[in-house]
């Protein structure tokens, strides 16, 4: 029997329970933390010389040069053409959906002009060039290519640089095609803390880019954590999450069974079922002893469910809804008879799944919004990536004569409060009295 934990609200130590079960703190290995200093430091040092070097120790490889890494758009065109017909199809119909939603998300630069003929506004740019790390080898996500790619390229990123390492020259044809299809304008088969500090200091042949985006393991974060402030990344993302809220009137197998879409990440992801109904916490436990043996990966869900999954009984979905929001999971589903009145409960989550018939794992693959969430509960102030992610907001001023002696009047009184003169005098010089 897989040992969920189940809690209470009407236990007595239940609030310290939650707070045990939803504590996570990434510990930074020294180890790691080490590597990836040494790496981050040779790259900027040597260049292009450090990233073959590194290549080829870590991935199995034997090039001669750099230019034997990256892959020219005809690779990625036949990687395409290759595809299966359905596999095709399957990436081209989540690359229309997610184009589609984020067209939306565009923002646009806006001014007014006051009454003496004073100027302000907001100019939306671009960022000039992006990076996006996606991991290789068995660890292959076309569906991360897309979700990184497309808003970046809607937005009007100029130029999109993939790295994508590849294991023993292992090269994922879904991921080849999924870069394709979403416009990245050069891929490099180089992955780990090389290919971060190759993109974050540039070399003479892997431009700077202004932003890293896109998963990858300990030592990609650590990388990401390191190289930030020299250029921005989006964020650094903990095991990944599901909170599912139910009232009993959904399928008990359904329910297990997106407990385990998450699960399956890895031990240390996290599923969490919220309930008002004590019966159907228990056929659900039925459901997960009778579909875990199905599962390839069943080991790992197996310990991702004893370790970091809960039962939570609550008195009501009032009740629940603020335990959601306590808990500000990455995916909360509203597994609900009738789940549109909660919606406007939820004020913390990444990412809110309405309704029976909508699964998580939709949202993973094609359902349009953005899967890149996020996590550990910073969701109470983070938001999924979006083409905003991707773009920069520049103030603009324009001061009139006439506003000049307004405003010059009202910048000296505070400039001089705060004890810079050349400030005031710099207000002052445009006073015409």
């Given at each position: 029997m897989v040992a969920v934990k189940r809690l209470s609200t009407s236990d007595a130590d239940f609030t310290a329970r939650l707070d045990a079960l939803l504590a996570f703190e990434a510990a930074q290995d020294e180890n790691i933390e080490r590597t990836v200093a040494t790496i981050l430091a040779d790259v900027k040092a040597r260049g292009d010389a450090a990233v073959v070097e590194y290549t080829n120790r870590f991935d199995r490889l034997t090039v001669g040069g750099i230019a034997d890494l990256e892959l020219s758009r005809s690779v990625l065109q036949a990687a395409l053409d290759g595809l299966p017909a359905e596999q095709r199809q399957a990436l081209e119909a989540a690359a229309a959906r997610i184009r589609a939603y984020h067209e939306r998300q565009k923002m646009e630069g806006w001014s007014y002009t006051e009454a003496d003929g004073t100027l302000l506004g907001q100019m939306i740019t671009p960022l000039d060039r992006v990076g996006l790390y996606v991991p290789g080898g068995k660890a292959s996500y076309p569906s991360s290519v897309l979700m990184n790619a497309i808003p970046a390229k809607v937005a009007g990123v100029k130029e999109l640089i993939m790295v994508v390492p590849t294991p023993g020259g292992e090269r994922n044809a879904l991921v080849l095609a999924a870069a394709c299809l979403a416009g990245v304008d050069r891929v490099f088969t180089i992955g780990g803390s090389q290919a971060v500090a190759a993109l974050a200091y540039g070399t003479d042949t892997v431009p700077q880019v202004?932003?890293?985006?896109?998963?990858?393991?300990?030592?990609?974060?650590?990388?990401?954590?390191?190289?930030?402030?020299?250029?921005?990344?989006?964020?650094?993302?903990?095991?990944?999450?599901?909170?599912?809220?139910?009232?009993?009137?959904?399928?008990?197998?359904w329910v297990a069974m997106d407990l385990f879409s998450q699960a399956e990440h890895d031990e240390l992801a996290q599923s969490i079922l919220i309930c008002t109904d004590a019966a159907f916490i228990d056929r659900v436990q039925a459901s997960i002893e009778k579909l875990l043996p199905t599962m390839p990966r069943q080991a790992v869900i197996r310990e991702s469910l004893s370790n970091r999954g809960a039962f939570i009984r609550v008195r009501d979905l009032e009740e629940a809804c603020a335990i959601a929001n306590r808990v500000a999971p990455e995916h909360l589903e509203l597994s609900l008879a009738d789940p549109d009145p909660w919606v406007e409960k939820i004020h913390h989550a990444g990412a809110i799944f309405i309704g029976h018939y909508t699964s998580e794992s939709l949202g993973d693959y094609c359902a349009g919004p953005n899967h890149v969430l996020p996590t550990s509960g910073s969701a109470r102030f983070s938001s999924p990536l979006g083409v905003y992610d991707f773009q920069k907001r520049t103030s603009l001023i324009k001061v009139s004569k006439a506003g000049a002696q307004k405003l010059g009047c009202i910048a000296s009184v505070l400039a001089h409060g705060e004890g810079l003169p050349a400030h005031a005098k710099s207000a002052e010089y445009r006073l015409e009295d």
């Open positions: 202004d932003k890293i985006v896109g998963p990858g393991n300990a030592y990609v974060a650590c990388a990401k954590r390191r190289v930030f402030g020299i250029v921005g990344i989006d964020m650094v993302a903990g095991p990944s999450e599901i909170l599912v809220v139910a009232d009993g009137s959904s399928d008990p197998d």
